[in-house]
């Protein structure tokens, strides 16, 4: 997550040569996740964020966006265990 908002650009490509995806869709991705990134927790997104990137994204793949739960599409435990583990900080970002 780090790299997304440090290194975009890199982490657009790392994504498409390791999860072989076409380079224009990597980069269009790592830009729709950083406006979801929430700067005060390190990887972290706040709730209003992901219920944002859901209203953008699942109508395009024909789901209704009311109909779909934030923890059915994003399970940020394996982020939150690693933070802190890390003795990093989780202030107030989703599933805090």
Do not use: H, W
Not at 7 to 22: F, S, T, V, W
Not at 40 to 51: C, H, L, V
Not at 54 to 78: C, E, W
């Amino acid at each position: 997550m780090l790299l997304i908002r440090q290194r975009p650009d890199e982490a657009a490509q790392i994504a498409a040569r390791d999860l072989k995806l076409n380079l224009d869709i990597a980069r269009e991705a790592t830009t729709q996740v950083l406006q979801f990134m929430y700067p005060n927790d390190p990887g972290g997104f706040t709730e209003k964020g992901m219920k944002i990137f859901l209203q953008q994204t699942a109508p395009r793949l024909g789901i209704d966006p009311d109909k779909v739960a934030i923890s059915q599409v994003a399970d940020v435990s394996f982020l939150r265990e690693a933070q802190r583990e890390l003795g990093i900080k989780c202030r107030d970002g989703y599933g805090c």
